[in-house]
């Protein structure tokens, strides 16, 4: 929500600025998208630099969630793991026995998500850390190679995104450039 109002500040300047021929409301739109375009290169810079933080954040973050799975109060973190393991084809952190010791069941019994829904299999009861059909790889493995194998597009729209930007300030300084002459001019 906080992202959206700046942002329509931001644009509130531009438009305002445009359509009233303000020169002052266009400097300060060209300063904040400025600000905002190093912002979010500091921001990439930060997140590939700390990348190896970011694995070990997400990793001590994914395994004090498995604490709240299937509790009262952990009904969206239960629906998380639930969507991403079948989705990923991954169970648990890094593998199956981290729900083995983390819901310390009988059986080795982990979360029916971990296991594929192969022919017979709709509406299983359980799954255990012996299944056939258990996921082996664990989510955070699963989701590295996702990101890894995707990373050429996310830059590519990144670096997209870096462009629109990049015209738009030198448009919005070129637009208040002409309105500072037009006034010198009158």
Known sequence: MAIGIIIFIIAFFGCCGAIKDNYCMLVTFSTLLILVFILQLAAGIAGY???????DFLSSELEQSMNHYNTSNGTQITKMWDTVQPEFKCCGVHNATDWVTELHTANDTVPVTCCSHIYGTIGMAECTSESENLFHTGCLDAFGDYVRSHALTIGGVGI??????????????HLSRQFRMNYANM
């Open 49 to 55: 630099a700390l990348r190896s933080q970011t694995v």
């Open 160 to 173: 997209g995104f870096a462009v629109v930007q990049l015209l738009g300030i030198v448009f919005a300084c």
